[in-house]
Structure formats: C-alpha cells, structure tokens
C-alpha cells in the first residue's frame, strides 16, 4: 500500500468520513477468518484498513491463518494485491470457502438413507507441484503427485496424500471427519489442519527423511513414521 493511500485513510477517518471499525469486519470460521466489507467502500479504503490492522498487531490476524473474501467482490488483480499483502504477513488468502452443514448426530435411518443415495467418493488426483499462492479444495479425498510448496494450500473433504513434499497449509477432513489423515514423502507443513484440530510442525520436522502421516488421536494431531 502506497503513502498516498495511506495517508487519504488517515485523513478520512480523522475527518469523521471513516470509521476504522466500520471498513472491515472479521468472522471467525473454523477454516481461517471471514472478511466483510463496508457498503460503499473503496478498494484503497479497504486495503489500507487491512494493512492498518496488519501493522499493528491486530489480535486476529496470526501468521499460518487463512483469510476468505467473498467471490467476486474484487476484480482479479485486486484480490492479487491482497494475496500477496497477507503472504508477506505469513497468512493465507482465498475466495470465500462454503462448506455444506450436516447435522451433529443424525439418526441412524437418515445416515443409512444417505449411504444408499450418495454414489461413492471420488478421488481428485494431482500431477503437478502446487506452488506459492496456489489453492485446491475438493470434497472428496486427493492425491498430488509433486510437492506442496510454502504458501499453497490444500483443503479436502476427505483424505490427503502427498507424493511429494509438504511445506504448505493443508486441511484434512474438512467437514468434520476426525477419521480422516494427511500424508506425505516429506511432511513439514506451515499449518496442518484435521477437522476441527490445529497443529504446526514439529521443531525437528526438517530431520525426518521418510513418509509420515498425521491423524487425529486423544483429540491431538500426531505424526507417525509409515512405509511407503
């Protein structure tokens, strides 16, 4: 964000023209942060709200957490912009992420109805590295054949499997399922999420030179040598 844009902000609020509470609000989400705008407000207004609030700490912003807008609500070069100011901050950035709801303890005839009408899950399958910047989401499972690179992430339904390197932000199980798991050649995440449970890499994850794959067990994410 320029000087200029900066200091119209300043100028604006002190004005009374802005309230910096009023530009942007933030929503917690179980994926990251939910970002909503002010009816009216620029680009610029918004952009350098953002940046006021990265500057200075704000309490919700921590390095590793994604950070959705709504879909097309800027124009492309706009949300480009943004990327790359939450990249230099450490974050995430991504197009607002709607998951389905399901019910927390459905009855036993509903879950076998849905079992006999859902046809059989699918697997997106991946033959490239995914690099900085980068987003694949699927309900279902998927497989990269290639490395995850810091600052891509991956969000699935399902399972994730890594032929490759991991060293971005990936999220397992992302509609609830605790049974779900992350896999990879070389699992070294910035942020790994399963379900609902948080975890970052080990201190001496850069030693591990074999496969590894991370689950949920006692309500923690572990991480466990496996063969290939």
């Known amino acids: 964000m320029c000087k200029e844009n900066l200091f119209r902000f300043y100028s604006l609020r002190n004005a009374g023209v802005i309230d910096l509470n009023d530009i ?4 917690g989400l179980k994926s990251g942060l939910q970002l909503t705008f002010a009816k009216g407000a620029s680009f610029d207004d918004v952009q350098a709200n953002l940046l006021h609030k990265l500057q200075t700490g704000e309490k919700f912003f921590i390095r590793g957490t994604t950070v959705f807008v709504p879909k097309d609500f800027f124009a492309e070069e706009q949300n480009e912009k943004l990327r790359r100011m939450f990249h230099r901050h450490g974050m995430l950035f991504s197009t607002e992420l709607k998951m389905p709801t399901f019910p927390k303890t459905p009855t036993k005839t509903v879950v076998e109805v849905k079992k006999a009408e859902e046809p ?11 690099r900085g910047g980068q987003e694949v989401k699927t309900e279902s499972s998927v497989m990269i054949f290639g490395n995850v690179n ?42 790994i999420r399963i379900a ?11 030693k591990a030179q074999q496969a590894e794959r991370a689950s949920i067990k006692d309500g923690h994410i572990v991480f466990e040598p496996i063969m290939r």
């Open 196 to 206: 609902d449970v948080i975890a970052r890499s080990p201190d001496n994850m850069e």
């Open 120 to 130: 059989a899950p699918k697997m997106l399958v991946i033959n490239r590295t995914v």
């Open 24 to 27: 942007v609000k933030i929503k």
């Open 150 to 191: 810091p600052g891509a992430q991956i969000v699935a339904g399902g399972n994730i499997d890594i032929r490759g390197i991991c060293r971005g932000f990936v999220h397992a199980g992302a509609f609830g399922d605790e049974s779900a798991f992350v896999v990879a050649d070389r699992l070294m995440p910035m942020q």
